[in-house]
Every structure is written in structure tokens, then in C-alpha cells.
């Protein structure tokens, strides 16, 4: 067996060795036979002979044998344009794609908003009446009475305030009377106490000038006084020297009594003077006093005045008492506001209510829109007004809308506890800001959209 082997190694010999003995291809093609070279058919050295073939050198088989020439390399030229034209499409194909896509802006982060409207209580009281017609996810117009508390307290507080403002109202009317007759009293007292002053005054006045002519006719009298008592002496002399008769110094001591008489009223008239002049200045001062008084006529109309516009407040408090009490009365019955479906019914005749007590809610299906929370990053070209797509997930069914606003602050900002990027390590995360979509009128009306829906959102941006 190992005498085989060294056979075939011996036949087959070393691969270098055997390139060596291999003569050049291209000095084969290269190198045409000449007239010397070659001979004729069939003789050893022509070309076309078996013999010239394995002179020439041509390649053999591991065998021996010479190598016969294998099919042509290549793919076909129809195949080579069939795959040119089909890169060609794709690449055509790709380039309207991106140019048709890049007009969009879509999301699946979108869902359908509406307006939902909590239905609860505004005063305590205990539930008399609940509508049978309003049930789970029934339709229920504006207007209808949803609920009745029960109303007998709010009716006794509504009579008593109508009664504490009948009380007051007639306090008001006897107040706004009384001030034009207070004010017409302070004025007179006021001009009646100015013009006493102005007549006590006067009277002073007049009874000191009647004090100067008392005292005028008092030192009028004592010269007369004085000249008939010095008379009345000299004729006392005259009548001790009975140079004169009897008779005439009596008629001159007569003229002295009647003159020192005459002096003794004068005097006591220019007392009586004096003390008229001092009660005339007196009633001055009380006169005085009472103008005083009477000056306050203006304090004293406005103190009037204040107590008649108390009264009108405790007047318009009381009805605003009142008109609480009948608002109260009417929160007894609780009615819808708008039309919708009811939701969350919770409220049954005999239940205790407080205010604000959330009884029902009812749902807007008539006035609803979608909300799409875009990436900050694609919002570069959104504008409103600008035509947006919406696929419904539930129904399956595509509508048109248009883009109505963009929110002014991203929802993390609305979140219950906002980012602080401040503090900590710092991470950017792309946000979302919401859009909100409004649906055009006139379509599909057999598919009401429910707030709540997931949708997938589609804007034209460009």
C-alpha cells in the first residue's frame, strides 16, 4: 500500500514542479505557427495533430489525461438589465416614498377627548326623588331634572328671610322720612339761635348806651347838686347874718333836697343801667351757647343720614339672605346642563348628599376631539389650520380633521410632579406636547367617538 502511494505521488510530483513544465497560455496564443513550424496534417508537430497538442505543453488531468475546456463564466446579458431595472425602480421607488412621507407628521399616542361634566350636589339634604328615565349610559337632554333633595328646610329659611326683610324694609322707609325733617329742624334751630345772638347783642348795645345817658344825667345832677347845696350855704350864712329873709334861704335849701333827690335818681338809674347792660350780655353768652349747639346741624343731618343708610344695608343684606335661601330652595332640584349620555351613576332616593358630592357625570358625545401628544421634534412645521388624518382602533375607519392648537407647555409640566432638572444627574428625554385635533362635520355618524379611544393621529405639515 505505501508502495501505491509513492506511485501516485511519483505521477503527480510537486505542484511547483509541475507549473514549472507547464508552458505559458499567452505565449501559446501569442506566438501563431510559422511555415517551418508547422507540417502537414496529421505529422508530429502540427498544430492540429494529438502529438503537437501534448508537445505544446497543454494543461493534463491529475490523471494524465489532457483537460477538455469547460462552459463559459457570467450571467446572461437579459438577467444583468432585468436586475439593473428592478435597483433602479427601488431605488425610485424609496426616493417617492421618502418624498410623499416626509409631508407627514403621525403618532399613536393619541386618544379622543370630550367634555365630561360632573353632576354633584350643592346643598346637604337627603334625596327624595331620583328620575327613573336617567340611567347607566342613558341619553338625557339639557334641562332634565336629574335629581330632587328634599326641600322643606330651604322652604322655612326662604319665609324667614322673606319676613326679616319686610321688617327691615319698613325700618329703611322710616329712616330715608325722617332725614328730610331732621335736617329741616337742625337748620332752623341753627338760623333761630344765630339771629337771638344777633338780637342780644343788640340789646347790649342798647343798654349801654342807655348806661352812658344815665351816667350823663347823673353828673348833671350832682353839678346841680353841688351848686344848690353851695347856694343853700352861703344863704345860711346870709340868714345867720340876717342879711336875707327866712323865705329865700328855704327856697334855696328846697332847690338843694329837690337837687341831691335828683342826684340820688340819677344814681340809681345808672346802676339800674349797669345791671341791664350785665343781663343783656348774659342772655349774649347763652344765646351764644345755644348757636353752638345749633352749629352741629350739619354733623347732626349727616348722623341722620347714616342711620337711614344703615338701614337700607341691614335692607340689602337681608335680601341678599334672602335671595341665598331661594337659591338654595332651587339647588333642591338638580337638572342637566347640557345634552350627553350618563356615566358613574351613583345617587339613590334616601342617600344623604353633602355639597360637592359627585352624583353622576355626563358625557359631551356631541362635542368631542382628539388629542395627540407629538415628540417636540416633530413639531417643527406644525402649524394650525394645517389638515390632519385620525384612524379609529375600534371602528377601523379613518376621518379628516384639522389641527385647532398646540399646547403651551409640554404634559410633563402639567404632571403631578414635574421634572427638576437641576438637581441629580441629567438625562435628555425627548417630550411630548399636546395637539389638539378637531374633527371636520359631516362624517361618519353611526360611529360615535367615545372620550377615551385610541387613535393614530396623521398631520400634513408640509
Known amino acids: 500500500m505505501a508502495q501505491a502511494e509513492a506511485e501516485v505521488v511519483e ?18 496564443r501569442s506566438s501563431p505557427p510559422g511555415p517551418s513550424e508547422s507540417g502537414p496534417p496529421g505529422s508530429p508537430g502540427s498544430p492540429g495533430s494529438p502529438g503537437s497538442q ?64 360632573p353632576i354633584s350636589a350643592r346643598i346637604n339634604g337627603t334625596v327624595l326623588w331620583v328620575n327613573p328615565q336617567v340611567q347607566e349610559n342613558g341619553y338625557v337632554a339639557a334641562g332634565t331634572v336629574l335629581v330632587e333633595i328634599d326641600p322643606a328646610d330651604f322652604k322655612a329659611a326662604a319665609a324667614s328671610a322673606e319676613a326679616e326683610v319686610a321688617r327691615l324694609r319698613a325700618n329703611a322707609a322710616a329712616s330715608s322720612a325722617d332725614v328730610p325733617v331732621q335736617s329741616a329742624n337742625a337748620i332752623g334751630l341753627l338760623h333761630a339761635a344765630q339771629a337771638a345772638v344777633a338780637q342780644a347783642r343788640q340789646a347790649v348795645s342798647t343798654e349801654s348806651a342807655n348806661q352812658e ?3 350823663a344825667r347823673a353828673e348833671q345832677a350832682q353839678a346841680t347838686y353841688a351848686k344848690t347845696e353851695a347856694d343853700r350855704q352861703r344863704y345860711a350864712n346870709l340868714l345867720a347874718k340876717q342879711e336875707i329873709s327866712r323865705s329865700e334861704y328855704d327856697q334855696r335849701a328846697t332847690d338843694a333836697r329837690n337837687a341831691q333827690s335828683a342826684l340820688e ?36 343731618i349727616a348722623e341722620v343720614r347714616a342711620r337711614s343708610g344703615s338701614a337700607n344695608a341691614d335692607l340689602a343684606k337681608a335680601e341678599a339672605q334672602l335671595e341665598t335661601a331661594k337659591l338654595n330652595l332651587s339647588y333642591a332640584r338638580i337638572v342637566a346642563p347640557v345634552p350627553g349620555t350618563v356615566g358613574r351613576k351613583n345617587v339613590e332616593s334616601g342617600q344623604r348628599v353633602q355639597p360637592g358630592q359627585e352624583l353622576m357625570t355626563i358625557i359631551q358625545l356631541d362635542d368631542v ?29 379613518d376621518l379628516s380633521g384639522h389641527v385647532e392648537s398646540i399646547a403651551a407647555a409640554t404634559g410633563a409640566r402639567f404632571s403631578l410632579l414635574p421634572p427638576e432638572n437641576a438637581t441629580g444627574n441629567f438625562v435628555k428625554v425627548v417630550q411630548r406636547l399636546p395637539v389638539r385635533i378637531r374633527l371636520d362635520h359631516g362624517q361618519d355618524s353611526h360611529h360615535p367617538l367615545r372620550p377615551g379611544m385610541s387613535v393614530d393621529v396623521r398631520v400634513k405639515v408640509r
Open 369 to 397: 376631539w382628539v388629542t395627540a401628544n407629538f415628540k417636540e421634534t416633530q413639531l417643527r412645521l406644525m402649524l394650525p389650520g394645517q389638515p390632519a388624518s385620525i384612524h379609529v382602533d375600534s371602528y377601523g375607519i
Open 54 to 117: 501534448g508537445a505544446q505543453g497543454s494543461p493534463a488531468s491529475p490523471g494524465g489525461q489532457p483537460s477538455q475546456p469547460g462552459p463559459r463564466q457570467g450571467m446572461p446579458r437579459r438577467f444583468r438589465i432585468l436586475a439593473l431595472a428592478a435597483v433602479v425602480v427601488l431605488a425610485l421607488a424609496s426616493v417617492l416614498y421618502w418624498l410623499h412621507a416626509r409631508q407627514y407628521e403621525d403618532t399613536d399616542d393619541a386618544a379622543v377627548d370630550g367634555h365630561l361634566h
Open 213 to 215: 345817658a344815665a351816667k
Open 11 to 28: 505521477q503527480q510530483g510537486p505542484p511547483a514542479r509541475r507549473e514549472e513544465q507547464r508552458p505559458p497560455a499567452s505565449v501559446e
Open 265 to 300: 335818681a340819677a344814681r340809681s338809674e345808672v346802676s339800674a343801667a349797669a345791671a341791664r347792660v350785665a343781663q343783656a350780655r348774659a342772655s349774649v353768652a347763652q344765646q351764644q351757647a345755644n348757636l353752638d349747639r345749633a352749629s352741629t346741624a350739619p354733623q347732626q
